[in-house]
């Protein structure tokens, strides 16, 4: 038992917690690439398709730069990709989870499957809380 000064402290803390709204991302924050036309099984090319997943992904933050919990959602599929995807920068509060990107024979050799933000480092575009969870596989095919 706590003293009885320390006793209406922690009722007040208790308190205050219990009022947090606590926000976690639902599904319907999920944007899966076969909503946007991809092909999960490998075997065709699905840029554009993941390009039009992302483009969705950030449109809906309604001009925030955070993304409020966003999922890019690969769902357990495999997407062959002939060049490389990139998250714009300064975006913030978004995951990937839960698949493959496989680069095509076609891929460029220099070439980077994902870019999150600006390449270059330029001040204030810093992407942040950004989680990879469960990715399955980055990998080329060479």
Do not use: W
């Not at 076969?34 to 483009?55: F, H, K, N, Q, S």
């Not at 990107?101 to 933000?117: D, K, M, Q, Y």
Request: net charge negative; proline share 6%.
């Amino acid at each position: 038992e706590f003293p009885p000064r320390y006793q209406q402290k922690i009722r007040q803390v208790f308190a205050k917690a219990a009022s947090f709204d606590l926000d976690f991302p639902s599904e319907d924050r999920a944007f899966k690439p076969t909503d946007y036309g991809a092909d999960p099984t490998g075997t065709i090319d699905c840029v554009g398709a993941l390009r039009r997943t992302i483009e969705a992904m950030v449109e809906s933050s309604s001009g925030s730069r955070d993304l409020g919990g966003a999922i890019l959602d690969l769902a357990g599929g495999k997407y062959l990709i002939s060049e490389g995807l990139h998250i714009p920068p300064g975006y913030d509060n978004l995951e990937i989870r839960d698949g493959t990107l496989l680069a095509a024979n076609s891929f460029p050799r220099e070439g980077t499957v994902l870019t999150i933000g600006d390449v270059h480092g330029v001040k204030g575009t810093a992407n942040k809380n950004i989680n990879v969870y469960d990715p399955k596989e980055l990998k080329g095919k060479r």
